[in-house]
């Protein structure tokens, strides 16, 4: 009898790890939006405020005047978007300020080069701060496009390039 008894716990314990497992292998998807979350989306317009919670009676900790900056985001309240930018900094924006158009920022100083391979064709040289068009992935490198120009750079030297989410 106990045996038996050990047996479906044993059982239970193994069924119960299991749907834990393939419920965290689930993205998690925003209940405003029905979209990922979190996601890389990119700055709509200029002067946007960051704020410290979602809704207009909180304080405004930043202005964000860089149009096309990639943020992610990381939870939705109604109209609002909780999103982290480039330099880690959490805050609340309305969703009407934010586009699905996916961009890169980049971190460090970097070649654009004409194939994502190491010694390829230089195109152009990035700076850092430069805000790019993202439009793809291949292993550990990034397809940019900026200033008329496309090519690749290798992952670590750009933000906002996660492959795991749908390019737009």
Same mark, same amino acid.
């Given at each position: ?11 239970a ?6 749907n834990?497992?393939s ?37 405004v900790?930043?202005? !964000?005047?860089?149009? *096309?900056?990639?943020?992610?985001? @990381? $939870?939705?309240? #109604?109209? &609002? =978007? /909780?999103v ?26 970097v ?11 230089i195109?152009? !040289?990035?700076?850092? *701060?430069?805000?790019?068009?993202? @439009? $793809?992935?291949? #292993?550990? &490198? =990034? /397809? ?21 989410a749908?390019l737009?």
């Amino acid at each position: 009898m106990r045996r038996g008894i050990m047996a479906a716990f044993v059982a239970a314990s193994a069924l119960l790890s299991l749907n834990a497992a393939s419920a965290s292998d689930t993205p998690a998807v925003g209940p405003d939006s029905n979209l990922p979350v979190p996601r890389f989306v990119s700055l709509r317009t200029e002067g946007a405020n960051g704020r410290r919670g979602p809704g207009l009676e909180h304080q405004v900790e930043w202005v !964000y005047e860089r149009a *096309g900056l990639p943020l992610q985001v @990381t $939870g939705e309240s #109604g109209p &609002w =978007r /909780r999103v982290v930018d480039p330099d880690g900094d959490q805050v609340w924006i309305h969703a009407q300020n934010l586009e699905q158009r996916r961009t890169a920022y980049v971190r460090e100083a970097v070649a654009l080069r004409r194939n994502a391979r190491e010694g390829a064709q230089i195109v152009a !040289y990035l700076s850092p *701060g430069v805000v790019t068009g993202f @439009t $793809g992935c291949d #292993g550990e &490198w =990034r /397809r940019l496009t900026v200033g008329g120009r496309i090519g690749w750079v290798e992952a670590d030297a750009v933000w906002g390039t996660d492959c795991g989410a749908p390019l737009s």
